[in-house]
């Protein structure tokens, strides 16, 4: 069964202190994994697609790096914007296209 | 200018009533989703369609029903709402199946 496990549930940094968040996947062939960022009362923001293991993608303070059993979502020295709930989404390479989710990350940054 | 948008934002309302929610998106866009996000703030996918045609309907009780009237418009329907209904409801929409999704805003709804 397909299921994605982000960790940590929560993180709470102080501005400027750099970290990474976890997504582990089990999936039956990958075709891609999905970052968003999802604000308070409001709805999720694409950040990154990833296909294949090696492949890195960046974006202002985030990086997303992937390999064949987990993603990571590293911020560099990051400031009080950057925090939201980061979610972790995978797509298998079936007829289907749905999004598995996991259930998130809530990044707390404080100045 | 809102790529997908969502009315209403907010909706409360009794058990056993009758409700709408309305998805547009001006993306040209030809896949459109149905999320349902719970108090854990886990999100599920219950519907999609790609022009127009249900591709994805996941293990959803057969009050909720779908309709697009068009490819930019994904309307979803609620028949006698019970309180485990209450969650927030996301729209979202991808150029094509297996492209980026875009999320609207979100539908609040409260079942009493």
């Known amino acids: 069964e397909d299921q994605v496990t982000q960790s940590p549930e929560a993180l709470r940094l102080q501005e400027g202190e750099s970290s990474s968040l976890n997504c582990s996947y089990t999936?039956?062939?990958?075709?891609?994994l999905f970052w968003y960022r999802q604000d308070p009362g409001k709805g999720p923001e694409f950040l990154f697609t990833?296909?294949?293991a090696g492949e890195e993608k960046e974006k202002e303070r985030l990086k997303a790096t992937l390999t064949k059993k987990e993603s990571f979502l590293h911020i560099t020295a990051p400031k009080p914007e950057d925090s939201a709930t980061y979610l972790c989404?995978?797509?298998?390479?079936?007829?289907?296209?749905?999004?598995?989710f996991g259930t998130g990350t809530l990044l707390a940054v404080q100045p | 200018d809102t790529a997908v948008s969502q009315t209403p934002k907010y909706l409360v309302t009794q058990m056993g009533n009758d409700k709408s929610i309305k998805c547009e998106q001006n993306?040209?866009?030809?896949?459109m989703y149905w999320y349902k996000q719970d108090s854990k703030k886990f999100l599920k996918i219950m519907f999609s369609?790609?022009?127009?045609?249900?591709?994805i309907n996941e293990t959803v009780p057969n009050r909720f029903s779908p309709k697009s009237p068009d490819k930019a418009h994904l309307n979803l329907h609620i028949n006698s709402l019970e309180l485990g209904d209450s969650a927030v409801y996301f729209c979202?929409?991808?150029?094509?199946?297996?492209?980026?999704?875009?999320f609207g805003p979100g539908t609040r709804l409260t079942v009493l």
């Open positions: 369609y790609n022009n127009k045609e249900l591709i």
């Open positions: 993306l040209g866009h030809d896949t």
């Open positions: 989404a995978v797509q298998h390479g079936g007829a289907t296209n749905k999004l598995i």
């Open positions: 990833l296909y294949s």
């Open positions: 999936v039956s062939g990958l075709r891609g």
């Open positions: 979202a929409s991808s150029q094509d199946r297996f492209e980026s999704q875009y």
